[in-house]
């Protein structure tokens, strides 16, 4: 839309169905390559996708003309679909529902960018569930753990 101007800037993340380190290191790095194509080709900003085994974090630049929801769904479905053409796993993969969004300002994009970045040294000192709980309780989100993602212990 003519004279319209924005800057927002979405952490997004979703986890692997029933939380499994499904999302193998061999392999890893073309699905998150493959999800930034699917952001830029919907016409937003990858600015950095990256994880671990069992979740993935999207940090993009997002234009008011796309629904976040809408970006989340068709990013899930085409990379579940990817992945399960390249038969990467045995039986079929998926993304548990729901996912997180975060919002940030452009002075902190740079640590967002590292945080990111920095997923794998994140997550041996703490746990997808510890750390997602912290991004609820740091944002102040209300929420419902019965809605919260499925947890393995």
Same mark, same amino acid.
Request: charged share 40%.
């Given at each position: 839309m003519a004279g319209t101007y924005s800057q927002i800037y979405i952490q997004i993340v979703f986890a692997v169905k029933g939380r499994q380190?499904?999302?193998?290191? @061999?392999?890893? &790095? &073309?699905?998150?390559k493959y999800i930034s194509g699917i952001i830029k080709n919907k016409g937003q900003k990858p600015i950095i996708v990256n994880g671990v085994a069992d979740h993935v974090h999207a940090f993009i630049g997002l234009k008011p003309s796309t629904a976040l929801s809408d970006l989340v769904r068709d990013l899930k479905n085409n990379s579940t679909n990817f992945i399960n053409d390249k038969n990467w796993i045995k039986g079929k993969f998926s993304w548990q529902e729901g996912y997180g969004a975060f919002s940030y300002s452009h002075s902190q994009i740079e640590n967002v960018y590292n945080y990111i970045l920095n997923q794998a040294a994140h997550h041996h000192k703490q746990t997808f569930q510890e750390e997602y709980m912290d991004f609820l309780k740091k944002f102040e989100i209300e929420h419902d753990v019965k809605y919260l993602f @499925?947890?393995?212990q």
């Open positions: 380190n499904l999302l193998q290191k @061999e392999w890893r &790095d &073309d699905v998150f @499925e947890w393995i």
